[in-house]
């Protein structure tokens, strides 16, 4: 039962990414390599979560890409080829200007699992752009790997900022191509770690001015006896 709930979860994803799927591409799923980008935008940071499923009639060709040495098992080295040679794939820009991406986690499913056209390869990857600036931006998404066995998904997640606003999202006919235009409004500035500051400085300050016209009030008195 535990088992039956973390692989829904871990499924959620493709799931959500799904809603946005073409009909026709159902009809397909058995030899197309189906691969849902989501898109997640936050102050500072993007990150892309790809899920790629194989169908049945190209499992094979896609654990050729994986199991590199064909014994049957996907090392831990053999993982993260396969993440990097996705991630030669794809293409990131923001703003017009070129992003990098790095490979943060994978999850990838047993041979068998992958040969029944359910198993899905997770991976994800971050982008760590400039500090956006106030006001409107532009993401632009390219998917490049296996286009020759591939249909694909691109949507933008719900930013889990109030900071970032996603106002509207484009997609080539199948999707390996996307836009996403988006908002970023930053909060007001925080004036509680400044009133922690400054208040115990001027409480000092005016400690200061009292203890000197204490000091020359007593300097007068002296000097009149």
Do not use: W
């Given at each position: 039962?535990?088992?039956?709930?973390?692989?829904?979860?871990?499924?959620?994803?493709?799931?959500?990414?799904?809603?946005?799927?073409?009909?026709?591409?159902?009809?397909?799923?058995?030899?197309?390599?189906?691969?849902?980008?989501?898109?997640?935008?936050?102050?500072?940071?993007?990150?892309?979560?790809?899920?790629?499923?194989?169908?049945?009639?190209?499992?094979?060709?896609?654990?050729?890409?994986?199991?590199?040495?064909?014994?049957?098992?996907?090392?831990?080295n053999e993982a993260a080829a396969y993440a990097e040679q996705v991630r030669h794939d794809l293409a990131l820009?923001?703003?017009?200007?070129?992003?990098?991406?790095?490979?943060?986690?994978?999850?990838?499913?047993?041979?068998?699992?992958?040969?029944?056209?359910?198993?899905?390869?997770?991976?994800?990857?971050?982008?760590?752009?400039?500090?956006?600036?106030?006001?409107?931006?532009?993401?632009?998404?390219?998917?490049?790997?296996?286009?020759?066995?591939?249909?694909?998904?691109?949507?933008?997640?719900?930013?889990?900022?109030?900071?970032?606003?996603?106002?509207?999202?484009?997609?080539?006919?199948?999707?390996?191509?996307?836009?996403?235009?988006?908002?970023?409004?930053?909060?007001?500035?925080?004036?509680?770690?400044?009133?922690?500051?400054?208040?115990?400085?001027?409480?000092?300050?005016?400690?200061?001015?009292?203890?000197?016209?204490?000091?020359?009030?007593?300097?007068?008195?002296?000097?009149?006896?």
């Amino acid at each position: 039962m535990v088992e039956a709930v973390t692989t829904a979860l871990r499924r959620l994803p493709l799931l959500l990414a799904l809603i946005a799927l073409p009909f026709s591409v159902f009809a397909h799923r058995l030899d197309e390599y189906l691969q849902a980008t989501l898109v997640l935008i936050e102050p500072g940071v993007i990150r892309l979560q790809i899920n790629l499923t194989p169908g049945v009639a190209v499992a094979e060709q896609v654990l050729a890409l994986i199991d590199r040495d064909r014994d049957g098992v996907i090392s831990t080295n053999e993982a993260a080829a396969y993440a990097e040679q996705v991630r030669h794939d794809l293409a990131l820009r923001l703003d017009e200007r070129p992003l990098e991406l790095k490979f943060t986690t994978s999850e990838l499913p047993p041979p068998g699992e992958l040969r029944t056209g359910l198993g899905i390869i997770q991976l994800e990857y971050v982008a760590a752009p400039y500090q956006f600036a106030p006001g409107a931006h532009e993401l632009a998404f390219e998917n490049r790997h296996q286009t020759n066995l591939s249909v694909y998904l691109f949507n933008a997640s719900l930013a889990k900022s109030s900071a970032i606003q996603i106002t509207r999202q484009t997609r080539n006919d199948n999707q390996s191509v996307g836009r996403i235009e988006f908002a970023f409004h930053p909060p007001p500035a925080d004036l509680s770690s400044a009133k922690r500051i400054v208040l115990p400085l001027s409480l000092a300050l005016l400690a200061v001015v009292i203890g000197a016209v204490k000091l020359r009030k007593r300097t007068l008195s002296a000097s009149g006896r």
